[in-house]
């Protein structure tokens, strides 16, 4: 029994050593190409800069949390690691229900609570989702009514319950509509991207 311990440690030591000396020999296109990809995945994590996504797969990788299977370039065995990394650093704040995004200057935030309702939902597209609630609360900060009906379309009400629980006549309802219209149509058009 203890034989067998002792081997799969130098089992381990040797994994160890060879994730070690296949990540130093890298070229640095594809160091490139790995920090591009931790930069695509920390966009979609609030609060996670892409350099932790980085430095914690690699941690991960050396410790042998996940095993490098023969055969898998060191690349592609990286690029899955990172995007389990990214999924725990999700479920994990998703467990704590802190998530928060919030648009740098502008004061607005919103918080992933719906997400929870949706237990297989993309964690990318629910942290998408947040970010444009967060986009829509910063172009309309001024237009109360305006407040009202995103909170009212966010919650899958229909324009007449929309109306009835805020307390809006149809004339306000459409004129703010048409208000949010012109306005999305002109950050549209001026590229305003996010």
């Not at 490139?32 to 690699?58: F, Q, Y």
């Not at 995103?150 to 009400?157: E, P």
Request: hydrophobic fraction near 45%; aromatic fraction near 6%; charged fraction near 30%.
């Amino acid at each position: 029994m203890q034989s067998y311990n002792v081997n799969r440690n130098e089992e381990a030591d040797e994994a160890t050593a060879a994730i070690a000396h296949a990540i130093q020999a890298l070229p640095e296109e594809d160091l490139l190409r790995l920090k591009a990809l931790a930069r695509l995945r920390a966009r979609s994590l609030p609060g996670v800069e892409w350099a932790d996504v980085l430095n914690e797969t690699i941690v991960r990788a050396l410790r042998g949390t996940r095993r490098w299977s023969p055969g898998v370039p060191i690349i592609s065995f990286l690029a899955w690691s990172m995007r389990s990394v990214c999924d725990e650093y999700w479920r994990k704040m998703r467990r704590e229900r802190t998530v928060l995004v919030s648009l740098e200057g502008t004061g607005a935030s919103w918080t992933v609570e719906q997400a929870d309702e949706a237990p297989d939902a993309d964690p990318e597209r629910t942290a998408a989702a947040v970010q444009m609630l967060a986009i829509l609360d910063a172009l309309f900060a001024e237009d109360e009514i305006a407040l009202k009906i995103i909170a009212g379309l966010g919650d899958g009400l229909s324009a007449a319950e929309i109306r009835v629980r805020y307390g809006l006549s149809e004339t306000d309802y459409d004129s703010a509509r048409k208000r949010m219209r012109r306005t999305l149509l002109r950050h549209n058009l001026r590229g305003w991207e996010r």
